[in-house]
């Protein structure tokens, strides 16, 4: 069976970066999307620019985002992984 090496380090940046994932990402791209929401609302902002930014701009920074909720789902799954293999290896 080959050696493994944890740190201290490493569990804690693996701590953190699930931290960041599974609440502060989250919590900003639910902030950027109520945000560019309200911003989009004719109500909050009328004109020219604001036209096109309710038809280019917001529509497809909403779609980037749903793609970094998508891709941050995709990434959460690979920090189990090592968060697993690190207390399997005794590190936790």
Do not use: F
């Amino acid at each position: 069976m080959p050696t493994v090496k944890i740190t201290d380090q490493a569990k804690a940046d693996a701590v953190r970066m699930n931290n960041m994932i599974n609440t502060e990402m989250p919590n900003l791209i639910n902030q950027m999307n109520t945000l560019g929401q309200q911003m989009a609302d004719p109500q909050n902002w009328d004109g020219p620019l604001a036209m096109q930014y309710r038809g280019q701009v917001w529509p497809d920074a909403r779609n980037k985002l749903q793609a970094m909720r998508n891709s941050l789902s995709e990434l959460q799954q690979s920090v189990r992984k090592v968060m697993d293999n690190i207390s399997h290896a005794g590190g936790a």
